[in-house]
């Protein structure tokens, strides 16, 4: 059984891949188009070098298949956790369907994994960012990513103790509060860095930071619905027999 949810989230994981990276073509690309132009207009205005350096990748390349295949290749190794990790919690978070548990999961994997960490290190267009900073800020990104996960399971933990007690809902509850108090604080901790340029287009920005949320909401929406309707189904089917 848990073979088969593994490589249904698998495949599920490519599909919610192929559609995320339709959303990040239509809604991101033109962001990231206008992005560029700006960085290109400042520095030809502020004098620099004409000569270009070299592509290894070109643009248009970048923009299609090495978006998709990126974007693809991640939904699927996602969509193999999301399986397993939909194996281990089904049953045990009460008497939910699939379909249920699924969305659940979908919707927490989403909020620990794309909104939090983007609320404090959100999305940036190129032209957005020192080069020089670089590495510090996808550092910062990624602690804060891995005290999230951390910091979820702990609070997961701590409501399952609790549910024999409290009963589901307040467990939950307490949970939630755990994990929200918990981030708050981290999320206050660590350093804030903003390096948008005072003549950056506010709009440009929005959209491109809005289009980054909408593609991690269509790869976790599409986990949790079809991955749930499709186990659902499974096993009402093998109930009938």
Partial sequence: MVRTLLV??????ILAGLLAAGFA?????????????FEEHASA?????????????SRAVQS???????IVVVGCALGGIFGLAFAYFHGRLGRWSPLLTAAVLAAAGFIVLVVVPQLKYPANPP???????????TGFYFLLLGLSIAVAIAALGTARQLMARLGGW??????????????AGVMLALPSIS???ADFSADVLWNFRAASLGIGAVLWATLGLAFGALTQRQLTAGRGR
Avoid at 45 to 57: Q, R, S, T, Y
Avoid at 127 to 137: N, T
Avoid at 170 to 183: E, K, Q, R, W
């Fill in 170 to 183: 307040s467990a939950a509850l307490i949970g939630i509060a755990i994990y929200a108090i918990a981030m």
């Fill in 45 to 57: 205005a502020a004098g620099a070098a004409a000569e270009a350096e070299p592509e290894l990748v």
């Fill in 195 to 197: 390096e948008v340029p």
């Fill in 8 to 13: 249904r989230g698998m495949l599920v994981g």
């Fill in 127 to 137: 032209a957005v960012g020192s080069p020089d900073s670089i590495a510090a800020r």
């Fill in 64 to 70: 299609t298949l090495g978006l998709f295949t990126g």
């Fill in 25 to 37: 073509y239509l809604f991101g690309e033109p962001q990231v188009d206008l992005a560029i132009a």
